[in-house]
């Protein structure tokens, strides 16, 4: 079975061969014109009389049969076989320039032997006997026909015409063996500097394959190595360790195909192609991937092609390294701001720094990482796809990365996809021509066309109608779209920035989004993180929103009441920053002085449930029974028992309770219990180990 790449690979050679062939043809062809135009046209008793127009027309067609051919080179399958139909072509101009300069007193017989050669350069042996056998053939009989009469060679004047005789035929015999031991010679030495050639681009290849196997498996200590077939099907799996799967789950991967297993590895056909013939490695990848109901793991994959000796593609190999430890320590969130940190004014230090800041405020890890990617990705045109929570601020980040970028001159161009009517989303989209639909009183240029040579940001890109998801994709494809009602195919030059808060992995499955256009967007992924995340940027936030909304509002509030910031430093947050900014808001609109006190914060805040357990979906949690307050509450009438209130301990005790009900809930299912909390599955892992309750899992006591 012949090696595609390979294949493709002997065609494009062959191709640039024969672009050198016909260069060579016109060269050739060119010297042989000027020699008869200084050498046979001239009229006299001793000059050959050659017909002008019959050169003339010889000449032209050999010129147009070249440029024909120059024409076709790249559109013929079947390389091979033109390349004896050149070499066809050669022998018949060959024979007609004998022809026409004195047929067997031509001295241009030798021109067979550059066609032998050329032969032999095109397809090596079998390419040289064939041509010599047939310029044999049409050099004997052009000869045979003259010597016999049948045909009238055009003679010097005064020399009698030719006879088959013994001089002719020693002649014929001489000239047959110079062919064929031209063609010996040029076949034998073409194939000896291929092979030398070839020898060459093998050891430089094999060295470049094992620096790439050096460096991929210096990075295997630890790791699983997941060797695949040129096509992408599983061959082997080797663990060391104890591996991302165990035995049982190894041996049952063999046969499938490496994007089913891991759909972050999956590649197009074209990126597989353009992979498997690249020299190196591609840079490593870190994805998440779901081990079981409840375990997900961070992986990072690095990826080398696998090449025999005879540098055919036979493979991928994938270095797989389990990631979580360090993304645990990264998870871990930091202690809470200093409460008093919420209770004094900020000083205008501070201030003009957040002022100062890309709209990304905090210092976080999680936003510090953030800060970091954006400024690597932004310089580049790549295709952006942002995910995250609502409310976790995805434009704040397509601005920032537009704003760092090349393109920070020209405009910034958001469209909600949520928010604009299905029958007009096409139209903001990509315009319109008057008379297009009823209401179209004048053309109308559409988002698109306003962004040409910026950025466009498409929030909510799941909410995009399917036949739309379609003409977004040519977009993509193309930088080409045509506005409604119109005929005419309308460019853009734009960076496109989407972003969701959907799964649209998910949304794929069930048929409501593209899996072509997820692929197309899914360029760069950046996850926005939520605000329960990155718990220390609450101050600055509520800082920069204090400023914000007190000159909005005409108010002076400048800090917190100790109360009221610690109401502020507990809370979930499951609107994230957007939800922060509202209660912000609502503060300062409330507060006439310069501290917001608790009576001023909205009132779900101030419940004795926190809000994000009272909308979960396993209800109403309750209250540690030791601490229940009802009417015989002793705390509800100023009881002693005031006097053994741990406010901490009693708050730990209530989460504790809510995570053991959540757990319950979901049959130990962690993944589900987060689920059910409104939470991800980070921030119940952290919760899980603060308590103790890390090892709980599907069958543990504790859950019962």
Request: hydrophobic share 40%; glycine share 8%; charged share 25%.
């Amino acid at each position: 079975m012949l090696n595609p790449w390979a294949e493709i690979e002997g065609r494009e050679e062959l191709g640039a061969k024969l672009k050198w062939f016909l260069l060579g043809r016109v060269a050739i062809l060119s010297c042989f014109f000027a020699v008869v135009a200084i050498g046979y046209l001239g009229r006299g008793e001793q000059g050959y009389s050659v017909p002008v127009h019959s050169l003339l027309y010889f000449v032209g067609l050999t010129y147009a049969v070249t440029l024909a051919s120059a024409l076709l080179i790249d559109r013929v399958r079947n390389l091979t076989l033109f390349s004896h139909v050149q070499i066809g072509i050669d022998l018949l101009l060959i024979t007609g320039a004998i022809y026409l300069t004195s047929g067997v007193d031509s001295p241009f017989a030798f021109l067979y032997s550059l066609a032998i050669v050329n032969g032999a350069v095109l397809l090596f042996s079998n390419g040289a006997f064939v041509t010599a056998a047939g310029a044999t053939i049409l050099y004997d009989t052009l000869l045979i026909l003259f010597a016999t009469g049948v045909v009238d060679e055009i003679r010097p004047h005064g020399l009698p015409p030719a006879k088959l005789d013994a001089a002719l035929v020693a002649r014929i015999v001489t000239t047959n063996l110079t062919f064929f031991m031209t063609a010996f010679l040029s076949g034998f030495l073409t194939k000896r500097i291929h092979d030398a050639e070839r020898l060459l681009e093998e050891k430089r290849a094999e060295h470049d394959r094992m620096a790439i196997l050096k460096n991929t498996l210096a990075q295997a200590i630890g790791s699983t190595l997941v060797t695949t077939d040129a096509e992408g099907r599983i061959l082997a799996v080797e663990r060391s360790g104890e591996g991302i799967f165990d035995d049982a789950a190894a041996e049952a991967l063999r046969g499938q195909d490496i994007g089913d297993v891991f759909p972050s590895l999956k590649l197009t056909a074209g990126a597989r192609l353009r992979f498997l013939q690249s020299p190196g490695a591609m840079e490593p990848i870190e994805f998440a991937h779901e081990t079981g109901s409840e375990n997900v793991r961070d992986l990072r994959c690095s990826m080398a092609p696998l090449r025999d000796t005879f540098a055919n593609t036979i493979g991928v190999l994938y270095v797989l390294q389990d990631v979580t430890p360090l993304r645990e320590i990264d998870d871990d969130p930091p202690p809470a701001e200093s409460v008093a940190e919420l209770c004094e004014p900020a000083d205008e230090g501070a201030a003009d720094t957040a002022e100062r800041s890309d709209g990304l405020y905090g210092k976080s890890p999680a936003i510090v990482a953030l800060r970091k990617l954006i400024a690597r990705i932004a310089p580049s045109d790549a295709t952006i796809l942002i995910t995250g929570e609502s409310g976790t601020g995805k434009e704040v980040v397509a601005r920032a990365i537009h704003a760092q970028g090349p393109r920070r001159e020209k405009h910034f161009v958001a469209i909600n996809c949520g928010a604009i009517p299905e029958n007009l989303i096409e139209s903001e989209l990509f315009g319109h021509v008057k008379g297009a639909f009823t209401g179209a009183d004048a053309d109308r240029i559409g988002s698109f066309r306003m962004a040409d040579g910026g950025s466009i940001f498409l929030d909510e890109i799941g909410e995009l109608p399917l036949h739309l998801q379609v003409k977004l994709l040519r977009v993509l494809q193309e930088r080409t779209f045509r506005p409604v009602g119109s005929e005419k195919t309308v460019a853009v030059n734009v960076r496109i920035i989407a972003a969701t808060n959907r799964n649209l992995p998910q949304q794929i499955r069930e048929g409501k989004f593209r899996e072509d256009l997820f692929y197309r967007l899914n360029v760069i992924e950046i996850e926005t993180p939520p605000l329960r995340d990155r718990a220390e940027d609450i101050p600055l936030l509520v800082r920069h929103f204090l400023k914000q909304f007190s000159t909005m509002h005409g108010r002076q509030v400048t800090r917190f009441s100790a109360e009221a910031a610690h109401l502020l430093l507990d809370y979930d947050y499951p609107g994230n920053v957007r939800e922060l900014e509202n209660i912000v808001e609502h503060a300062v609109a409330l507060c006439d002085g310069e501290a917001s006190d608790v009576d001023h914060l909205p009132g779900y805040l101030t419940l004795d449930e926190p809000r994000g357990t009272r909308d979960s979906a396993i209800g109403r949690s309750p209250r540690p029974s030791s601490h229940t307050i009802g009417e015989n509450d002793p705390y509800e009438h100023g009881g002693a028992s005031w006097e053994h209130v741990d406010l901490e301990r009693d708050l730990a005790e209530y989460e504790k309770n809510i995570l053991l009900r959540a757990l319950n809930e979901a049959g130990g299912v962690k993944k589900r219990a987060a689920e059910l909390l409104g939470i991800n599955y980070r921030s119940l892992r952290h919760r899980l180990q603060k308590y103790g309750l890390g090892d709980i899992g599907p069958g543990s006591e504790a859950v019962q």
